[in-house]
């Protein structure tokens, strides 16, 4: 049989709200070498001197992608792979992350600053892609100004279906100090259960995965995209600016939270169009992403257009 991608495989840990099964858990990392041939690692400065590492890859417009909670930049290697041959792709490790540094104390603002940095470096202006937390870090990049050509999101993890069912308050709190106290794996499992809300029993199989030292270093940055959510609720009015031609997507078979977000979101953004992936969780594969963002990206979707999916398992991307 053959083996599965690290990213389909670990889902959950990797994705913000993922829910694939956490029976096939990946034990080759060497997936992520494969995927990133061509790839050149450079580095560029933050507005506070942080220095950010990234991959480029292949020709074009810039787009720059924006990996979500418990990953970095080897995340988004297979999907910049298969967006080379139209664009220059940068997929870069956020702040604490892989090769980046670290300046404390973290703020969603010092996170706006270094993506526009890496925009600063592509030319000043790129299309900007974001996974998850990645997503909502992209779409207040844009609310911030940023100069970003084309914007498109899948399901950032807000909740806005009405369960009042958002993390605790003190997540953030809880993760820094399990952190501080050298109890990384307790913070990983608390983010898994308190904050994704996966069964105890899935994580419980997670922890023996040979993934989850990879998982515990990066414990540290869990409060900072706990903090990035802020209350968890869809920026409404603060988005209803945002003039950039916007495509949000979500996948058919994720957790109904995540397709009333991705509405919401979309329903707010003045220039956004929807679309949902037949078939597609969480954990979306590449290979149907990357068709959809190189229409967009190259303006060949109607992008301009308010879009609301207004049935919640519509497979085409509809118009209002």
Request: aromatic share 6%.
């Amino acid at each position: 049989m053959a083996r599965k991608s690290k990213r389909t495989s670990f889902c959950v840990a990797l994705t913000f709200l993922a829910t694939c099964s956490p029976q096939s858990e990946p034990s080759h990392p060497e997936d992520y070498v494969e995927a990133k041939k061509g790839a050149a690692m450079q580095h560029v400065s933050s507005q506070d001197g942080t220095q950010l590492a990234y991959d480029r890859v292949g020709s074009g417009p810039p787009v720059i992608l924006v990996g979500g909670a418990l990953s970095d930049r080897n995340g988004s290697a297979k999907l910049a792979q298969l967006l080379a041959p139209h664009f220059t792709v940068i997929s870069y490790d956020r702040r604490g992350r892989g090769d980046s540094g670290d300046t404390p104390p973290y703020s969603v603002d010092r996170e706006i600053e270094d993506l526009a940095a890496l925009i600063a470096k592509m030319g000043g202006s790129a299309a900007v892609f974001g996974m998850s937390s990645g997503a909502v870090l992209a779409l207040k990049a844009a609310d911030a100004g940023l100069p970003i050509t084309y914007l498109a999101l899948y399901e950032p993890p807000f909740v806005d279906d009405g369960s009042g069912t958002a993390p605790p308050k003190d997540a953030a709190t809880k993760l820094t100090e399990m952190v501080a106290a050298g109890r990384r794996g307790d913070a990983v499992e608390y983010f898994m259960i308190k904050v994704v809300g996966a069964p105890q029993a899935d994580v419980a199989r997670m922890t023996k995965s040979p993934m989850w030292a990879m998982q515990e270093q990066l414990a540290h940055t869990l409060a900072y995209d706990v903090i990035l959510l802020g209350n968890w609720a869809v920026p409404s009015a603060d988005i209803s600016d945002v003039a950039v031609p916007a495509l949000v997507m979500g996948g058919e078979s994720s957790p109904p939270k995540l397709r009333h977000a991705a509405a919401a979101v979309a329903a707010a953004l003045p220039q956004a169009r929807r679309h949902i992936l037949k078939g597609q969780t969480h954990a979306v594969d590449e290979a149907v992403l990357a068709p959809m963002l190189i229409e967009f990206f190259q303006g060949n979707a109607g992008a301009g257009t308010v879009s609301r999916c207004l049935v919640p398992l519509c497979g085409d991307t509809e118009r209002s």
